[in-house]
Nanobody, 124 residues
Framework: QVHMVESGGGLVQSGGSLRLSCAAS????????MGWFRQAPGKEREFVAA????????NYADSVKGRFAISRDNAKNTLYLQMNSLKPEDTAVYYC?????????????????WGQGTTVTVSS
């Protein structure tokens, strides 16, 4: 089992940047593929980005491709999401999630553990 805590959210102007972190407990962080999801007010949760266990393979939603970058530091048990060129439509609660699957996935149901979320607000 892995317990995760997100941080780094906040209020930023359109065009700005933020870096989210997800600190995981335990010594098995490297056994999990990791993902970021987000949920905007009144909308369903959506996939943002995912990264393989060792970090060589990544996947992004089309809406964030070229603006966001997912990375991980297995030695620090930490997942990151660098968000650049932020837009008001990026406003949401961002969640990190861990999957025991062999493959990275954009499907939330394939993730086994979730953090509590951190709020990102982008003003226009």
């Amino acid at each position: 089992q892995v317990h995760m805590v997100e941080s780094g959210g906040g209020l930023v102007q359109s065009g700005g940047s933020l870096r989210l972190s997800c600190a995981a407990s335990g010594r098995t962080f490297s056994r999990y593929a990791m993902g970021w999801f987000r949920q905007a007010p009144g909308k369903e949760r959506e996939f943002v980005a995912a990264i393989a266990k060792i970090g060589s393979s990544t996947n992004y939603a089309d809406s964030v491709k070229g603006r966001f970058a997912i990375s991980r530091d297995n030695a620090k048990n930490t997942l990151y999401l660098q968000m650049n060129s932020l837009k008001p439509e990026d406003t949401a609660v961002y969640y990190c999630a861990a999957s025991q699957s062999l493959y990275i996935s954009y499907i939330g149901g394939e993730y086994d553990y979730w953090g509590q979320g951190t709020t990102v607000t982008v003003s226009s």
